[in-house]
């Protein structure tokens, strides 16, 4: 059993972006030079960052997002959405450039493409973060992305308050300075982002993968594996643990890595170790794949079935 740490005035506070998803069905994404038709077009509160912090309120944890949007009507959009869903939204700046926009598609399988035109989230600075040291004091867990400027990542990282953990999933995939990279706990990629760090040292098998990440400072390490579930590594305590995923009907795989990771960053902050809470997080994300959307996927707590 864990003891519950001391409460604090959030479980989670997420720094990271907040998009407006315009999203279309395909039956098959384009070749190069090709144009195929899609459904019509419907329009989604999205971003890692905000995706991540509805995931994480609405099943249940206090959390707060530091994020910017636009003056506009999909700032609008994220804003209320994030209302809605329970999160804090005293951190969201306002202003600076057009809200952030991911143009996506979706086949039946359920798999997606993803363009981001980033807009406000690239005027996320490292100042915003310094002017926002409350909230990093009042959060027992950090959740990060990279569609932000990598030097507000860094600097998240380095405002961290004694005892606050960072969880960082670095997507899109880009190189994280050392003292970012010692700073996770974990560090949450799925295959493409380990292959794309790890370039030639990558191994065959997730276990390869999580090994040579560690060797690049992380404390932890969380490999997502989809249908196949998650890969879970510590320095601390060595070896490696599989975890595996529910059966599901994938519908739609828009943000189930964001639910994943809210719900492991959530888990983490109440003190559960982390394959224990890994496990649970592949439970929200298996549930967040079968329904359409981003944040409108995303379960409650009492919608995530036991082991």
């Known amino acids: 059993m864990h003891e519950d740490p ?17 999203v279309v069905g395909v039956e098959r994404r384009p070749a190069p030079g090709e144009t195929v038709l899609g459904s019509d077009l419907v329009v989604h509160p999205g971003g890692k960052g905000a995706n991540q912090a509805v995931a994480a309120a609405r099943l249940g944890a206090r959390t707060a ?21 329970g999160v804090d939204t005293g951190g969201i700046l306002v202003g600076g450039a057009p809200t952030g926009v991911a143009l996506i598609t979706v086949d039946p399988s359920g798999d997606n493409s993803i363009v981001v035109s980033p807009g406000a989230n690239a005027r996320l600075t490292p100042e915003d973060i310094r002017a926002a040291a409350p909230l990093f004091a009042a959060a027992r867990v950090v959740s990060v992305q990279l569609e932000i400027p990598l030097a507000t990542v860094a600097e998240t990282a380095r405002v961290l308050a004694p005892g606050t953990r960072l969880v ?18 974990p560090l949450v990629v799925n295959e ?6 790890l370039g030639e040292a990558a191994g065959p098998a997730p276990q390869d993968w999580a090994a ?16 196949e579930g ?13 975890v595996p995923s529910p059966k599901v009907h994938a519908v739609d795989t828009t943000g189930a890595g964001d639910a994943f990771t809210a719900a492991l960053a959530w888990r983490l902050g109440l003190g559960e170790p982390l394959a224990e809470a ?7 994300g298996a549930a967040a794949v079968t329904r359409e959307g981003a944040q409108a996927s995303f379960p409650t707590a009492g919608e995530v079935a036991a082991p």
């Open 6 to 22: 001391a409460p604090l005035p959030y479980d989670l506070l997420v720094v990271g972006s907040a998009n407006a998803d315009l």
């Open 65 to 85: 997002l530091l994020a910017r949007v636009g003056d506009d009507a999909h700032g609008r959009l994220l804003l209320d959405s994030q209302r809605e869903a």
């Open 168 to 185: 960082l999933n670095p997507s899109p995939p880009a190189p994280l300075p050392d003292r970012v990279l010692a700073a996770c706990d």
């Open 192 to 197: 493409h982002e380990a292959r794309s760090i």
């Open 212 to 227: 040579a990440l560690l060797a690049q400072g992380p404390r932890s390490v969380v490999v997502t594996l989809g249908a």
């Open 230 to 242: 998650a890969l879970v590594a510590d320095s601390r305590t060595g070896g490696h643990v599989r």
């Open 278 to 284: 890994t496990a649970f997080a592949v439970r929200v």
